[in-house]
């Protein structure tokens, strides 16, 4: 009904410029029959009024021309929600990334803006570092005032957030912020939060949360050496009917109470290996998994269980941090028969260790792997076309070459040249 009234209106606003057109050659004619005798003050001002309301006319003209003025609003709020990172990825505050910066363009485009809810529901929360890099400014009202408007256009959409780490010289404005966003739990549902051990006292989340889908708890910018094991998490979590994903980095406690057993995807970056090896124990409906095991002991052996058993695994990354220094033997504790896909890092200095480890781990496991990926630098003696060969039984492999800053990435379908054996 919108776009039939624009066209109606276009048609008639150029029916009229016709209109006048003819009108002021008409004028013109009879000006230039008539001649000055005649007296012609009251034709030149109708032809300066037609003139007038023409150059109107056809600046209105011009103004359609703008899709947001000819377009159904849903279609231009659907086009604005295109504009910003997809979601759950959280938009940055200002800039083209930012849907504030569509409320500045005109009054047409902040109208819709501020009207489309889904424009606002994934809040980054950022602590402003200052220009050292281990000086943070405490968080102003400016921070909580962001945080409040934007949860209040965000209507009942579903919540992403991201909250980064806090200073301790902020603690109270901090606590502030996320008791607003705790008012909001019953709509979130990807939650990201930075943990600091000093925030024990004020991080809590009492509640249930019915929408929460992926939660990610970061304890890496935190000094947690002395934080005890046994200790709950400085958060406290209940009714999470939906969550399916979660994501532990540095730190993780046991006692924690997450409804481990209906989790699907888990990622344990840089976390001690017993734990690993224990939380296993609970997570037994997982279908993705990501492992960065450390070894805090520096007898690594000692710490891995003989068998960890996840029967609906379809997917394992393994990954090589800063420890331990041979992570494919934690390979070798794992039985999942339904593995599918598998990432490993490569065995620089001895790739033999390298393929009997696979090897031992397939034939343990009783997967039939279809998809393999490799990272590392690889060894500069052992050609890719060797490694293609050991590993012929799977059907597709890729070999990620990382090294420093720079990432190589090669099929294992594409042209390699050969080595000696």
């Known amino acids: 009904m919108q776009r039939t009234a624009a066209s109606s209106t276009r048609a008639a606003d150029r029916a009229r410029v016709a209109e006048i057109a003819g009108e002021v050659a008409g004028i013109a004619r009879e000006l230039e029959y008539l001649g000055e005798r005649l007296g012609l003050s009251s034709l030149q001002l109708s032809v300066q009024a037609l003139r007038s309301e023409e150059a109107n006319i056809r600046e209105r003209l011009s103004s359609y021309y703008d899709p947001a003025s000819i377009l159904p609003t849903e279609i231009v709020s659907e086009i604005f929600v295109h504009v910003l990172p997809a979601y759950p990825i959280c938009p940055s505050r200002a800039g083209k990334s930012s849907p504030t910066q569509l409320t500045h363009v005109c009054r047409q485009w902040r109208e819709i803006a501020l009207s489309t809810p889904s424009l606002w529901r994934a809040i980054m929360i950022p602590f402003r570092h200052d220009m050292s890099w281990d000086l943070v400014s405490v968080p102003t009202s400016w921070d909580l005032d962001f945080v409040q408007t934007w949860l209040r256009r965000s209507g009942s959409c579903p919540l992403s957030l991201h909250m980064d780490e806090p200073p301790e010289s902020a603690v109270w404005s901090a606590t502030r912020l996320f008791e607003t966003i705790v008012s909001h739990r019953a709509r979130w549902e990807n939650l990201s939060l930075y943990l600091w051990n000093w925030c024990s006292d004020w991080l809590e989340i009492a509640g249930p949360m019915p929408l929460l889908r992926e939660m990610k708890l970061d304890a890496s910018r935190g000094n947690w050496n002395d934080y005890p094991r046994s200790k709950p998490l400085p958060t406290v979590f209940y009714e999470m009917p939906r969550l399916h994903s979660m994501t532990f980095v540095d730190h993780i406690s046991l006692s924690i109470g997450f409804p481990w057993s209906q989790l699907t995807s888990l990622s344990l970056v840089r976390i001690v290996v017993g734990d690993c090896t224990e939380l296993f124990q609970q997570t037994v409906?997982?279908?993705?998994?990501?492992?960065?095991?450390?070894?805090?002991?520096?007898?690594?052996g000692t710490m891995i269980e003989p068998d960890t058993r996840l029967p609906r695994l379809e997917s394992l990354e393994l990954v090589q941090d800063d420890g331990p220094p041979d992570v494919l033997k934690y390979?070798?504790?794992?039985?999942?028969?339904?593995?599918?896909?598998?990432?490993?890092?490569?065995?620089?200095?001895?790739?033999?260790?390298?393929?009997?480890?696979?090897?031992?781990?397939?034939?343990?496991?009783?997967?039939?792997?279809?998809?393999?990926?490799?990272?590392?630098?690889?060894?500069?003696?052992?050609?890719?076309?060797?490694?293609?060969?050991?590993?012929?039984?799977?059907p597709r492999v890729f070999y990620n070459e990382i090294c420093l800053d720079e990432e190589y990435s090669g099929d294992w379908d594409s042209d390699e040249t050969s080595d000696e054996e």
């Open 285 to 300: 409906n997982l279908v993705h998994c990501k492992v960065c095991p450390i070894d805090v002991s520096g007898v690594y």
């Open 331 to 394: 390979l070798g504790t794992f039985t999942v028969a339904a593995l599918l896909r598998l990432q490993i890092p490569n065995s620089e200095y001895d790739p033999d260790h390298f393929f009997h480890s696979l090897s031992a781990f397939i034939a343990k496991a009783g997967c039939k792997l279809q998809e393999l990926h490799i990272i590392g630098p690889p060894n500069p003696y052992y050609g890719l076309a060797r490694y293609r060969r050991k590993l012929a039984y799977i």
